[in-house]
């Protein structure tokens, strides 16, 4: 008798506990649901998006949108950059403002002095024809006023390096596309030069002068580059379209630009493969994703990404690319780690257009705004 009235205990007491697991795990269901792994058709696993965390899928089920996820940083005023980094072109102070006027201050300005003048211009890369122009004058005006001083020696270098650097150029980046629509932004470039984190740098540069921005990856040759891109995107709360690595980069960068025309947003920077100037075949497909987007807008810009510290080879990408894309403006990377900062004249006359971006550090404000007179003072009169 005892042991039947036990056994009756148990069962009761497993009843209860099973009762209390299945309400528990009604009461729970909603919170899972908010949370569980969702599996696209391709296999690929990815969040289920919430309100507050979107995604864009194309036509195939791919994932074409990463939204962002984090608090949106508020990017440096693009205003007053350069000034702020002028310490960044040290090495190249050393070559203009000391080198230079350490020359042109000789007690003798012989025909060897000039000599050693344009060799310290064409060692920071000015290019051939600049220095012979920035010489001739500097020696006719020189000669002319008669002039030792220091004072007015360092006004006229800096007013010739002013007038090579021709200050009338546009060095706006064009954010206003045809009828309204978004202005697509082609950024392009070698590998290596730092095309992508420029490309999130220029995001940053847009943001901060009020646009509302969309980044395509059409760099999808490498799955480092997406997951890269989507990093700065999501520091600025900037969207990423992207496609799975090895998609078309083509297709990518035309969805890129619908998904900015659907959000009414006013630019499209839209990050290319990095290609070597001398492949053939990658300069074509970036003709075809330029061809391609323009069946839906026409490309406000294209944009050149250089390191500086590459030199003379510099030249050379700036001048195939230029053949391929219509180049619009340079942005020019590393050089605060060059004393050759000669190459922003010699880029321009190279390609005839501006220098319209300098990267002066690692920072995600490190990007500068290119302004003529900043730069001069900055070679010449260094922190001074």
Known sequence: MENWVMWLVIAIVAIAAISGSIVWATRRKPELDDRRDEVDADGSVAVEATDEDTETVDGDGDTAEAAPTVQPETPEPTGGRLVRLRSRLARSNNVFGKGLLALLSSDKLDEEVWEEVEDTLLTADVGINATMEIVERLRERVQVLGTRDAGQLRGLLK???????DPELDRSIHTVGQDGKPAPVLVVGVN???????????????VADGNSVVMGAADTFRAAATEQLQTWGERVGVPVVHREEGADPASVAYEAVSTADDKNADVVLLDTAGRLQNKTGLMDELGKVKRVVEKREPIAETLLVIDATTGQNGLKQAEVFGQVTDVSGVVLTKLDGTAKGGIVIAIQRQLGVPVKLVGLGEGPDDLAPFEVDGFVDALVDGDD
């Open 192 to 206: 290596g030069s730092g095309k992508t984190t420029t490309c999130g740098k220029i995001a940053r540069v847009l």
């Open 159 to 165: 007013e010739e390096l002013t007038a090579a650097l």
